[in-house]
């Protein structure tokens, strides 16, 4: 690796606080070898913190709690996901089986599972999305919990954060979405 190429990964590795990498062996139509680096970022989800989780929902134990920052933590590392989901989510689980191909090689689809786990862990009615859908999906999903202004946990896609607050406040500030 040349000192210019060196630096410009420490300055990637700086920006998004150093991402595991991934190197795979290509070969091109000339037979010759090249390494194609996929670059993984290891934060998961942006989640509240267990506390907030047990303040916002009454009927939240701590354990589940914990287990929501844990399906966040390992949204990123599909392993670990698949795993997790594996041995603590059999209604997840049963969920992922019903697909026709795995969701855990796809960014998209882990969330979803991540999503689905987590509607299944505060008891609410599925996951929804918020917002106009484009290809890669809405902007906001939300855990249905009932009604419009009900406490929820709420999934921003561009900032990859789950946080809690009601999906009606966000409807009423984006009119054009009707």
């Known amino acids: 690796m040349s000192r210019k190429e060196k630096s410009l990964d420490e300055l990637y590795d700086k920006a998004l606080g150093k991402?595991?990498?991934r190197s795979?062996?290509?070969g091109t139509s000339a037979g010759q070898k090249r390494e194609v680096?996929?670059?993984k970022p290891r934060h998961g989800i942006t989640c509240p913190s267990a506390k907030s989780l047990t303040a916002a929902f009454r009927d939240?134990?701590?354990k589940d709690a914990n287990a929501i920052r844990k399906l966040c933590k390992v949204a990123d590392d599909d392993p670990d996901l698949?795993?997790?989901i594996d041995e603590?989510?059999?209604k997840t689980e049963a969920y992922v089986q019903q697909m026709h191909s795995s969701p855990?090689?796809?960014r998209m689809w882990r969330r979803t599972v991540v999503l689905h786990a987590i509607n299944n862990l505060v008891d609410g009615h599925g996951v929804e999305p918020l917002g106009p859908?484009?290809?890669s999906g809405p902007p906001y999903e939300y855990i249905n919990m009932g009604d419009t202004y009900d406490t929820t946990l709420i999934y921003k896609k561009d900032s990859d954060r789950l946080s809690i607050g009601n999906w009606g406040d966000i409807a009423e500030r984006h009119p054009e979405w009707e």
Do not use: D, F, G, Q
Request: hydrophobic share 30%; net charge negative.
């Open 88 to 90: 603590k989510h059999p």
């Open 24 to 26: 795979t062996i290509h």
């Open 60 to 62: 939240l134990s701590s």
């Open 19 to 21: 991402p595991k990498e």
């Open 104 to 106: 855990y090689n796809s």
């Open 37 to 39: 680096r996929e670059w």
């Open 133 to 135: 859908v484009a290809m």
């Open 82 to 84: 698949e795993e997790l």
